[in-house]
């Protein structure tokens, strides 16, 4: 089976999952919009916590990718757990307890938004609240490969940049 670039998950009105997606080795790429059947035969049948968890597997198991909050929730559990994404695949493929395990803690992790850091917030053009809490800000900041733009000591972090490359590497 190809891996799958996902783009976007619904479940319809009669309980249907539609799905927009693209085999991933295939270029260039054509994503198409339809129903998966298999899940929502698992939706009809079962309930939706369990249709969660078989999109969670997905993409654990890289079946799918995507930037969906499915990635996301499989990204913040592997994170905030330090757990190794091989070792975890591995040792869900022996012990299914541990694994039903997981993909719960992933769950939990769905509907999880980080509060943006600083930065963000300055760049889309929204001004910060004075005194708006930011703590939480350097998970997002984490997660988006960017440092948090703050102060730290009295004259803050631009005092401690260096103007240019010279400078870093003066002649003895």
Known sequence: MSHMIVKLITITSDLRVMVRMA??????????????????????????PTLELELLSLFFRGLWQGRTRYDRAVGYTLLTDGIDKYEAWERCREDKAYERSLLLRMRGFLHYRPVPCRCHLEHRGRPVRPGASLSRGSTAAFFRGHRRTGRTGRKGLESRRLSNHRRRYQKS
């Open 23 to 48: 085999a991933n080795n295939i270029r260039p790429l054509d994503f198409r919009y339809g129903e998966i059947e298999s899940l929502t035969e698992t939706l009809r049948t079962k309930n939706r």
